[in-house]
């Protein structure tokens, strides 16, 4: 009871912070380019979706239009929530759950609505681009709607299945599905559509805030730190290491920052140490301090309880 309390108070602060507003606007957006996308383009062109919503579509092609859309892709979203509801935060549950009817609702505003192209190979590409781009939107702020994000999500942190295999075999199947029920040509425009929409998706997503690890090895590491702490507000970690050149100690200096960053550092750096050694790699995913929290992954909000202090003998 306790912890519900706690999250309850963690939920209604999150409300109060321009966030949480900033939030709903993005997944407003990108529902709306989605909802366009398969309105405009999905339909007409007998293109499936990926995930949840290329089942909702697949179920719809193959028992009639005896229901909505929009209303469909609620029904078959509430078993995945009642599945993941002990797992995940209640902000990330809410939010979820906001972004679901904030979808649905927007499949109902686009519906009708054309985007006229003829050519399927330029529709794919664009529909593709489109809604990778509006998904893509609202997970860089946090947002969800729903669908298989929770269902990859549960599996990753009960039993460490990577998120992208679970959407692979989805999607294998949605993709076999269209061609059996079209033609070869549709899956593979089908197909097509999927990746252009990841690949959007992920640019959009991580855009030029892209993080990167960066190691660096240099004879004035306060003065690095300094830099790195100071102007570029970055926490570091220091690593003991043993030049194997001129067999002296070195401290290693690790920090995660994103591209806008990087070419700062390297001219902060230049002006310090010219000699120094930088190594910089590719990063998929930074939780912690100026990036995303633990509570934006969904995980629930841990609360240290308060220690009594020993009685005074």
């Not at 609505?113 to 702020?141: D, Q, V, W």
């Not at 140490?273 to 992954?297: C, H, Q, R, Y």
């Amino acid at each position: 009871m306790n912890s519900f309390k706690e999250e309850l108070q963690d939920l209604s602060d999150f409300v109060r912070r321009f966030a949480f507003w900033r939030t709903l606007l993005m997944i407003q957006i990108g529902c709306f380019m989605f909802g366009l996308v398969v309105s405009g383009i999905l339909i007409p062109q007998n293109f499936f979706a990926g995930g949840l919503m290329g089942i909702s579509l697949l179920i719809l092609t193959l028992s009639g239009d005896w229901i909505s859309l929009s209303l469909l892709y609620i029904l078959l979203n509430l078993p995945l929530f009642l599945l993941g509801y002990r797992s995940f935060s209640l902000r990330f549950l809410v939010i979820s759950l906001m972004g679901m009817g904030i979808l649905s609702l927007n499949l109902e505003w686009t519906e009708g609505m054309n985007i006229p192209t003829r050519e399927p190979l330029l529709a794919a590409i664009l529909g593709g681009i489109l809604s990778g781009a509006g998904s893509g939107l609202y997970l860089r702020f946090g947002g969800s709607v729903g669908g298989l994000d929770i269902l990859g999500a549960f599996l990753k942190k009960k039993f460490s299945i990577p998120i992208g295999n679970t959407f692979i075999l989805v999607n294998l199947v949605i993709i076999a599905a269209n061609g059996l029920l079209y033609d070869l040509d549709i899956a593979l425009y089908t197909g097509i559509f999927m990746y252009v929409f990841s690949w959007a998706l992920q640019r959009v997503q991580t855009g030029f805030s892209q993080r990167k690890a960066v190691f660096i090895i240099s004879k004035k590491p306060e003065e690095v730190a300094d830099k790195v702490l100071r102007k570029m507000d970055r926490g570091l970690t220091y690593f003991h290491a043993y030049g194997g050149l001129d067999h002296e100690p070195r401290e290693v200096i690790y920090t995660v920052i994103n591209m806008l960053e990087l070419g700062r550092l390297k001219q902060y750096l230049y002006e310090i140490d010219p000699d120094a050694f930088m190594a910089v790699n590719d990063t998929a995913e930074v939780i912690g301090k100026k990036f995303l929290s633990w509570e934006d992954e969904g995980f629930k909000p841990i609360r240290k309880k308060p220690t009594v202090p020993d009685p005074v003998s």
